[in-house]
């Protein structure tokens, strides 16, 4: 049973755009979001968190955004570049440090 | 720096054989986990380990054990390989303060099983 879905396999936007990767969740219990970003032959490397508290975080041109209610989050890249080109996974964590993650969505920005 | 490494990067075993994937980290974390990545399933965690001779199982754990014997170390042995063990392997630890403490993940080891 996925507790974390990313139901988008793939994204592709242009250059300088904005880049929107979705994220949803099903188990109330978790107290906080990550996203990581995967080159290949790469392990993840952790992106932008945020705590379920929250609705948004920022850091540069990454934001997350968090809709409790809906048990949806998202990552929002501005502006997109080609060095952005990777796969993502949304990830939770419950208590104790267990954390559930996404089957990924690989963005390429084109330039 | 401080590094979380695995070795080996890749293995070819055999149905039945034992094998033993090794996990080193320098960060000094007491949080040490393993995932394997499938297609369609994402990262799933098999083992993880809060400390020194703390073990726990993940969400999918049969046919998998680890040992901490110290903090460095979380070596992931599969007992008699499956074919359903192919896969990639990531090792990942973490600090153990409050808050939210992101993982640092290894290379990964992509383990095919015969």
């Known amino acids: 049973d996925q507790q974390v879905k990313q139901n988008s396999p793939s994204l592709s936007v242009q250059e300088g755009r904005i880049s929107i990767l979705n994220c949803d969740y099903t188990?109330?219990?978790?107290?906080?979001f990550l996203w990581y970003k995967k080159y290949p032959a790469e392990g993840p490397t952790f992106l932008i968190s945020i705590s379920s508290i929250k609705d948004k975080n920022e850091d540069g041109r990454f934001t997350v955004f968090l809709n409790k209610s809906a048990k949806h989050l998202s990552l929002h890249i501005v502006p997109s570049q080609p060095g952005d080109s990777a796969v993502y996974f949304c990830a939770a964590r419950k208590a104790g440090n267990q954390f559930y993650f996404g089957t990924g969505t690989s963005l390429t920005v084109i330039p | 720096d401080a590094e979380i490494t695995q070795s080996p990067r890749h293995k070819i075993t055999e149905t039945g054989r034992q094998v033993t994937l090794a996990c080193h980290q320098t960060?000094?974390?007491?949080?040490m986990f393993w995932y394997r990545q499938d297609l369609g399933h994402g990262l799933r965690l098999i083992h993880y380990?809060?400390?020194?001779?703390?073990?726990n199982k993940g969400e999918v754990s049969d046919g998998y054990s680890v040992s901490r014997s110290n903090t460095e170390d979380l070596p992931l042995t599969l007992e008699s390989a499956a074919s359903s063990q192919t896969s990639v392997y990531f090792c990942a630890s973490s600090e153990s303060s409050g808050g939210i403490n992101e993982q640092f993940f290894g290379p990964g080891t992509r383990l095919t099983v015969l």
């Open positions: 188990n109330s219990m978790f107290d906080y």
């Open positions: 960060w000094n974390h007491n949080n």
């Open positions: 380990s809060y400390g020194v001779h703390d073990t």
